[in-house]
């Protein structure tokens, strides 16, 4: 192009983009930009846990529950307490069959904690060493072999009101069933004492095995100068959520009192009909 007067006219420049350090800045202030937005709370992390399922009728609050075993001496051993916890469990009052299940943990099982020994009244302590000792013996292959057999289990066939009549006791439900333990299975009967507590019953009730019967070893050593009994006396404080029931069964849940001193604390007690630990 020319001008009026012939001489040439500069061509216009054409801008370029710009050079890379004012690219750099325009992102990182796009960057801060993006920052400063507000966030919606509810897309960070994990959604709220959902609230914990209520128990239904039946199922045993297995956090509250606890199994004790008194093990008796032998020669010049000592009688042992032991306390362990269910798994997982459910009874159905007043079934006439598939009364529900008992899941024992045998790994749960301990010897001689301060607790166990006061629920079966047995006097003194015993030092942590020596608890650990009974506690080791008492898992090992010879007698519970809880690392083949980490469960015990009580088959529940029926839960049915008893029929027998001691006058003034409390009636009872007689569960009917098989209880396998290092993997033998026994038919048994465990009277049980019901007391109510709202939404929540509990189950007092006990039971004799040998260990022989299931294929287990009494502890012994010395050649037998020092040792346990064959017989185990089980006890049972099983919390159950409430079932409806129908019939007689219906008033068999009555609040009792706690049994006299010298038996068991108040929120582990056996009572003295079903409960000591001979």
């Given at each position: 192009m020319t001008t009026p007067s012939g001489a040439a006219r500069p061509t216009p420049r054409?801008?370029?983009?710009?050079?890379?350090r004012r690219q750099a800045r325009s992102l990182l202030t796009l960057a801060l930009l993006a920052l400063a937005l507000p966030v919606d709370a509810g897309a960070q992390g994990p959604p709220p846990a959902a609230p914990a399922t209520p128990p239904a009728p039946g199922d045993v609050d297995t956090e509250r529950?606890?199994?004790?075993?008194?093990?008796?001496?032998t020669g010049f051993g000592h009688d042992h307490a032991i306390v362990g916890r269910l798994a997982s469990g459910r009874v159905v009052l007043d079934a006439a069959q598939n009364a529900g299940q008992l899941v024992f943990d045998m790994p749960s099982f301990r010897a001689d904690t301060p607790d166990a020994r006061k629920a079966l009244g047995l006097a003194g302590e015993t030092d942590a060493s020596t608890r650990k000792q009974t506690t080791d013996n008492m898992l090992a292959a010879d007698v519970l072999d809880v690392a083949h057999h980490p469960t015990a289990t009580f088959d529940i066939e029926s839960a049915l009101r008893s029929r027998r009549r001691v006058e003034g006791a409390k009636p009872t439900v007689d569960l009917v069933g098989t209880f396998t333990l290092h993997g033998v299975a026994?038919?048994?009967?465990?009277?049980?004492?019901i007391e109510s507590g709202g939404p929540?019953?509990?189950f007092l009730g006990s039971f004799r095995i040998k260990q022989t019967d299931f294929g287990m070893k009494p502890y012994k050593k010395l050649g037998?100068?020092?040792?346990?009994?064959?017989?185990l006396v089980i006890h049972g404080d099983i919390r159950v959520a409430a079932t409806p029931v129908a019939g007689p069964a219906a008033n068999l849940t009555t609040p009792t009192a706690q049994p006299p001193a010298g038996s068991l604390p108040a929120e582990q007690a056996i009572p003295a009909t079903i409960g000591g630990p001979r």
């Open positions: 054409t801008r370029g983009p710009g050079p890379p529950s606890r199994v004790y075993i008194f093990v008796g001496k026994r038919k048994v009967v465990i009277p049980v004492e929540i019953l509990r037998g100068f020092v040792g346990v009994a064959d017989e």
